[in-house]
């Protein structure tokens, strides 16, 4: 048996705009051209509930049939549509337009819900919190699996789980320590929540150094920590959607009612930062040598180049008499070179006479 389960979650504000209608076409940028042909079955369908308290719409083309739904004392109306029915040769679209604006109201949270989040400050201790909120009014049993990063050395003694102000005591758990770039943490506890209650689960860490290797490119945008893992047996089916464990298709959570329903939720994940080392130290380094050398390569030259002269102590010393010594090498000279040219004129005279 092949499956294949793909969600995909789409934000019709930010979609369409102030327009709640879709279309698979709007969703998908095309149509459909058929259906597999390697499946038994291939259907649509799309859940029609809600058009029934007022936010009429309506669907084009119409469906081939509808399907009323009874799973866990909730009615669902489905509306289904056969896609092997379908003309291959052309392109299927389904499209649901409302026929007046839609009023978004309030989503009623679902009967278990949980969010995470990191405690402490500083970069030497923290804490990892996990909020479950039980809304419904009978307690409900769930199974919290969390693997943690090896770089984040969590201690089991350090384990809360606290609801109202009451600590609750685990009825299983199991606690697998990690091992340092070999293997994660891995901690899973059973826990009742009580009735319409919030519970909190707490667990403290220790920060670690890395070795500079084990650093992505971004280290300073920190680590993720993967989300947390929780099971619960659910007594109600109200807005469940999920497959049940004997059954493979959408159509067999038609009439499902069964004694206990499974939920799996997944947390958010989190980013945490740990001690990072000074990255740009060796261009640091560099910029510094190279302004060392450059300061001292001038001096350096001048000495080791420069022609000393020793000169007379009653000598004149400053620019004025460096001014001097010049000017009067210039005259002397400049008399060599007249009294050179007056002989070369009066010799040049005896040779004509």
């Given at each position: 048996?092949l499956?294949?389960?793909v969600?995909?979650v ?5 979609l ?10 709007k969703l ?15 259907t649509?369908y799309?859940d029609?509930t809600?058009?029934?308290t ?5 669907l084009?083309?119409?469906p081939?049939?509808?399907v ?17 029915n379908?003309?291959p040769?052309?392109?299927?679209n ?8 839609r ?6 949270a679902?009967a278990i819900f949980a ?5 402490g400050?500083g970069q ?9 909120h ?5 307690p409900?049993t ?10 984040v ?15 609750i005591?685990p009825l ?5 320590p ?8 891995y ?7 009580p ?5 909190d ?7 670690v150094f ?6 992505p490119?971004?280290a300073?945008?920190?680590?993720y ?11 109600v ?7 049940p464990?004997?059954g493979?298709?959408i159509?067999?959570c038609?009439n ?11 947390t958010?994940?989190l980013?945490?930062t740990?001690?990072t080392?000074?990255?740009s130290?060796p ?9 060392v ?5 001038g001096?350096?030259h001048?000495?080791?180049t ?5 000169t007379?102590a009653?000598?004149?010393?400053g ?9 009067a ?7 060599l070179?007249?009294?050179a040219?007056i002989?070369?004129?009066?010799h040049f ?5």
């Amino acid at each position: 048996e092949l499956r294949q389960t793909v969600s995909l979650v789409y934000d019709l504000v930010i979609l369409g705009g102030s327009s709640p209608d879709w279309s698979i076409r709007k969703l998908f940028g095309l149509g459909l051209a058929g259906h597999c042909p390697l499946a038994s079955t291939s259907t649509i369908y799309i859940d029609i509930t809600s058009n029934q308290t007022g936010q009429t719409f309506r669907l084009s083309p119409l469906p081939d049939r509808t399907v009323v739904s009874h799973r866990g004392g909730h009615q669902t109306e489905l509306a289904v549509y056969n896609v092997q029915n379908l003309d291959p040769d052309s392109m299927f679209n389904i499209a649901l337009v409302h026929d007046k604006p839609r009023i978004f109201t309030q989503n009623i949270a679902p009967a278990i819900f949980a969010n995470r989040y990191i405690v402490g400050y500083g970069q030497e201790f923290g804490g990892i919190v996990t909020k479950v909120h039980n809304r419904h009014w009978q307690p409900i049993t769930i199974i919290f699996l969390e693997n943690i990063p090896w770089f984040v050395p969590v201690y089991f003694h350090t384990l809360k789980i606290v609801s109202q102000g009451r600590t609750i005591t685990p009825l299983v758990k199991r606690y697998v320590p990690g091992r340092e770039r070999q293997r994660p943490y891995y901690l899973e506890i059973m826990v009742e929540l009580p009735a319409r209650s919030v519970t909190d689960i707490s667990v403290q860490f220790d920060y670690v150094f890395l070795k500079w290797q084990e650093y992505p490119p971004d280290a300073n945008h920190g680590f993720y920590i993967g989300s947390a893992v929780i099971t619960a047996w659910l007594p109600v089916a109200r807005n469940l959607t999920g497959l049940p464990q004997d059954g493979s298709l959408i159509s067999s959570c038609i009439n499902a009612s069964r004694d206990g329903y499974m939920v799996r939720l997944r947390t958010e994940s989190l980013i945490i930062t740990l001690p990072t080392p000074d990255f740009s130290m060796p261009y640091n380094v560099i910029c510094l040598a190279c302004t060392v050398v450059a300061l001292a390569f001038g001096p350096l030259h001048n000495i080791t180049t420069k022609k000393l002269q020793l000169t007379k102590a009653g000598e004149p010393r400053g620019v004025f008499a460096l001014f001097a010594n010049r000017s009067a090498k210039f005259f002397v000279t400049l008399g060599l070179v007249a009294a050179a040219s007056i002989f070369t004129l009066r010799h040049f005279n005896i040779i004509v006479f």
